[in-house]
């Protein structure tokens, strides 16, 4: 198994600019969670999915932020406009029902806005 | 009072120390309670996870949970270099809708020197 794979692993960016950032969960698991790290704020759980359906988007900072998940196997997570303070480092992660405590973290894409 | 505190480090140990590593929380409804270990440049991966209070030992890793004291640790035997991580507690609720959402700690940067 490939593990969560996550697109780009970095990015560089300019305030005001539009950021997509991509994610494909393990296969067959029913639920997919996006995190934030930052070294002020640790890691943050921004929203979580089960079965492409969003649960609690209670952890996204503001309206520019939004996630998708339009089938099983990809969600996005896009930023725009984006600013300085929204560089981090931003995890994928994704669970199989049953097993609440083993969610699988994909390698992150590190998010610089300029 | 953030729910969960985790000393941030740096901690700094020769090879074959005992390490010990701790969190506190302040939400009496937490039951489950885990520990990640996240390389550098890399996403967290599940080290160990226990249930409500008690002991758990895995190899050189043992998990404590005092929930009178909402205190947990995490003690690693005979470390080595390869430990060298930084460690994330996390914990969630037993049941209900929110128990797929984990509450970090924001880690403890341990070094094991050879």
């Known amino acids: 198994d490939a593990g969560v794979i996550q697109s780009p692993r970095h990015e560089v960016t300019e305030m005001g600019q539009e950021v997509t950032l991509r994610c494909k969960p393990i296969s067959g698991h029913d639920y997919l969670f996006w995190y934030r790290q930052t070294m002020m704020r640790g890691l943050e759980l921004l929203i979580y999915f089960n079965n492409n359906v969003p649960i609690d988007d209670s952890g996204m900072p503001e309206d520019r932020f939004s996630a998708k998940m339009p089938n099983a196997s990809f969600s996005t997570l896009k930023i725009q406009p984006s600013e300085p303070r929204d560089s981090a480092v931003y995890f994928c992660a994704s669970l199989g029902t049953g097993r609440q405590e083993t969610q699988y973290f994909g390698p992150g894409t590190r998010l610089l806005v300029l | 009072q953030k729910e969960v505190e985790q000393d941030p480090g740096p901690l700094s140990v020769p090879e074959g120390a005992i390490v010990s590593l701790n969190c506190t929380y302040s939400?009496?409804?937490?039951?489950?309670f885990m520990w990640y270990r996240q390389y550098s440049r890399k996403g967290p991966e599940l080290l160990m996870y226990t249930y409500s209070s008690g002991n758990k030992e895995d190899g050189r890793f043992t998990a404590q949970v005092d929930k009178s004291s909402k205190y947990i640790s995490l003690f690693i035997r005979d470390s080595q270099p390869s430990d060298s991580a930084t460690y994330l507690c996390a914990m969630t609720y037993l049941s209900g809708g929110s128990n797929y959402k984990l509450t970090f700690g924001k880690g403890t940067l341990l070094t094991v020197n050879p």
């Open positions: 939400n009496s409804a937490f039951q489950y």
